[in-house]
């Protein structure tokens, strides 16, 4: 099946939904890691950290490239 494409062909939008996406991963695996943590299982809890921090890393340069988009845009 193919995923319907976006209606908005906007580079920009598309740095936003991924940054969105990232950051939102980022909190999301901190419910699962406390879950694993609770249920005793630190093996799951550490994997869930390693994918959290690679969340975390691309939600801060998606940061950085969209302020510096738009401050490219101001100028």
Not at 15 to 30: I, T
Not at 63 to 74: H, N, S, T, Y
Request: with cysteine; net charge negative; charged share 25%.
């Amino acid at each position: 099946m193919n995923e319907p494409q976006s209606p908005v062909v906007d580079k920009n939008y598309n740095l936003v939904c991924v940054l969105e996406a990232s950051l939102r991963n980022v909190w999301q695996l901190e419910t699962y890691i406390t879950d694993a943590e609770q249920g005793g299982d630190s093996e799951l809890a550490d994997w869930f950290r390693k994918i959290q921090h690679n969340s975390r890393k691309a939600g801060e340069q998606g940061k950085q490239m969209l302020a510096q988009r738009l401050q490219q845009e101001e100028t």
